[in-house]
C-alpha cells in the first residue's frame, strides 16, 4: 500500500488510500460473519459477536483518546513545540499513558470477566476464554495504536492499512480455511484465532513503525504530560461514542438473547454496505471540503458537496434496490437458514441508511469546518435518543425494537446535521445534479 506526505494531491491519494482499506474492511468483515455462521451455531455466534464488540470498545477506552490527539501531539512536536522535546519524548509518552490505562482496563476487565461472560451469554467461562480476551484486547489496543502514531506521522496509508483492514484479513484468511477443511471449532477456539490475527497484525505494525522512529533525532526523556492534557479531555468523547454505537447489538443480546444478537448483527452488517459509497466519499472529500471551507469558497464547496451527493445517492440507491429485492433468501444465501428472521430487521435498518444517503455529507461538512463541538453534540444526542428508544422497544421485541432504535440513531443524526449545515454554515448538503457556477467576489 503506497503513501503519501505531500500536501494536495498526496493528501487526496492518501485519503483515497484509507477510504479503499476501510471499504475493504467491512467487506472482509461480512465475509468473517458469513463463514462464522457456518462454523458456529447461532447462540454461540451472537456470543461471540457481543465479546468482540465488548474488546473493541474497550480498545477505544484503553487508548484513552489518542486516537484524536496523536496527530495534533506530533504536529506540534515537529513544529518545535511541547518544550521542543521532539516527536520521540511524545511518542514515549503516548507509549506509556496507553500502557498504564490498558493496565488498569485489563485488570478491571480480568477482576470482573465472569460478568463479562455472562453478558456475552458463556456460561461457566473458564480462565483460559478471559486469558484469551485479555490478550485480544492488548493486541487490538497496540496494533491501533501504533497505526494512530503512523498517522499521525503522515504515513496515511499504512494507517490505513494496519488500523483494522490487516486483522480483518488476517481473520477472514483463517476462518475461511478452517471452513474449507471443515472444521467445527467452539467459542473458545474461534477466540483463539481472533486473538492470533490481533497479535500478527501488531506486530507486523511494530515493522514501518521502527523504520519512521530510526529516522527521527535522538532524544532523551518521555513527554507524557502534554499527552496526558491533550488525551483526557477526549477520553470520554471516544468512549461514548463507541458505545453508543455498539450499545444497540448489547441491548439486543441482553434484554433478549445471544440468538437475537446474532441476528441483529448480521442484519447490521449486511445494512452497512448501503453506507459505503458515502464512506469513500467522505474520506476523499474532507481535506477537499476543509480547503475550500478556509478559502471562503461556498460556491465551489456548495458545487462539490451537491455533486457528489447525487453520485453516492446514485449507487446507494442501486445497493438499496438489491438488498430489498433480495429478501429473506438473501440473508439465507449469506448467513445461513437460521438467519431469515433476521429480515424485518433489515428492512429497518436500511430504511436509517436510505436517509443517511439522501442527506449526503452535512456531519463531514461540520467536522471539517468550525463546527466540531456542534457535530459531537449532535452525534451524542441522536445517540442517545437512539438508545432510549432501543431500550424501551427491546422488551417488547429485542430484534426488531433495536433496529428501530438503531436506525432512528442514524436518521437523526443526519437531520440535525443537515439543519445545522443549512441554517448556521449556509451550505445544502443533499444531492443536486446542477452544479452551482462560481461567483467572482465584488471588488
Known amino acids: ?33 458469513m463463514a462464522l455462521a457456518r462454523l458456529l451455531p447461532l447462540d454461540t455466534l451472537g456470543s461471540f459477536f457481543l465479546l468482540a464488540s465488548l474488546v473493541q470498545v474497550a480498545a477505544l477506552l484503553a487508548m484513552a483518546g489518542t486516537t484524536h490527539s496523536a496527530v495534533p501531539l506530533v504536529a506540534q512536536a515537529l513544529g518545535g513545540g511541547l518544550d521542543a522535546g521532539g516527536v520521540r519524548p511524545v511518542l ?23 460478568r463479562v461472560a455472562a453478558f456475552a451469554g458463556v456460561d461457566g467461562a473458564g480462565l483460559l476464554l478471559a486469558v484469551l480476551v485479555l490478550l485480544w484486547l492488548g493486541a487490538r489496543t497496540c496494533g491501533q495504536a501504533i497505526a494512530h502514531g503512523l498517522r499521525a506521522m503522515g504515513r496515511v496509508g499504512l494507517f ?50 521502527r523504520r519512521e522512529t530510526a529516522t527521527l533525532p535522538e532524544r532523551p526523556g518521555v513527554s507524557l504530560a502534554p499527552v496526558v492534557r491533550m488525551s483526557l479531555p477526549l477520553w470520554l468523547l471516544v468512549a461514548a461514542n463507541a458505545a453508543l454505537v455498539e450499545a444497540h447489538l448489547w441491548i439486543s443480546g441482553l434484554m433478549g438473547s445471544p440468538e437475537s444478537a446474532a441476528l441483529f448483527g448480521a442484519a447490521l452488517r449486511v445494512a452497512r454496505l448501503v453506507a459505503l459509497p458515502l464512506l469513500a466519499v467522505n474520506l476523499a472529500l474532507g481535506p ?36 430489498v429485492l433480495g429478501g429473506p433468501g438473501l440473508l439465507i444465501l449469506l448467513f445461513g437458514e437460521a438467519f431469515g428472521p433476521a429480515w424485518p ?30 457535530a459531537m453534540v449532535v452525534a451524542l444526542v441522536s445517540g442517545a435518543v437512539g438508545l432510549a428508544l432501543s ?3 427491546a422488551a417488547q421485541d429485542p430484534l426488531r425494537g433495536v433496529a428501530f432504535g438503531a436506525a432512528v440513531a442514524v436518521a437523526l443524526q443526519n437531520l440535525l446535521a443537515l439543519g445545522y449545515c443549512r441554517w448556521w454554515l449556509g451550505l445544502r448538503t443533499q444531492p443536486t445534479l446542477v452544479a452551482l457556477r462560481r461567483q467572482e467576489a465584488s471588488p
Open 1 to 33: 500500500m503506497a503513501d503519501a506526505k505531500a500536501p494536495g494531491g498526496g493528501v487526496l491519494r492518501a485519503s483515497g488510500l484509507v477510504g479503499a482499506a476501510r471499504v475493504a474492511t467491512m467487506f472482509l468483515g461480512l465475509v468473517i460473519n
Open 92 to 114: 514515549r509518552g503516548m507509549g506509556v499513558y496507553i500502557g498504564i490505562v490498558l493496565l488498569a482496563v485489563s485488570v478491571i476487565g480480568l477482576a470482573q470477566f465472569d
Open 160 to 209: 490505513g492499512l494496519f488500523e483494522t483492514f490487516l486483522y480483518n484479513l488476517l481473520l477472514a484468511m483463517a476462518l475461511l480455511g478452517l471452513l474449507v477443511l471443515g472444521g467445527s471449532p467452539g467459542l473458545i477456539a474461534v477466540t483463539e484465532l481472533a486473538a492470533g490475527a490481533a497479535v500478527l497484525a501488531g506486530l507486523a505494525a511494530l515493522v514501518p513503525m
Open 288 to 323: 477537499v471540503v476543509a480547503r475550500l471551507w478556509r478559502q471562503g469558497d461556498l460556491a465551489g464547496l456548495q458545487a462539490l458537496l451537491g455533486r457528489s451527493a447525487a453520485a453516492v445517492l446514485a449507487v446507494s440507491i442501486l445497493l438499496l434496490a438489491a438488498l
Open 345 to 374: 430487521a433489515l428492512l429497518i435498518l436500511l430504511a436509517g441508511q436510505a436517509l443517511n444517503a439522501a442527506t449526503g455529507s452535512p456531519l463531514l461538512v461540520m467536522t471539517a469546518t468550525e463546527a466540531q463541538r456542534p
Open 391 to 393: 431500550l424501551s422497544l
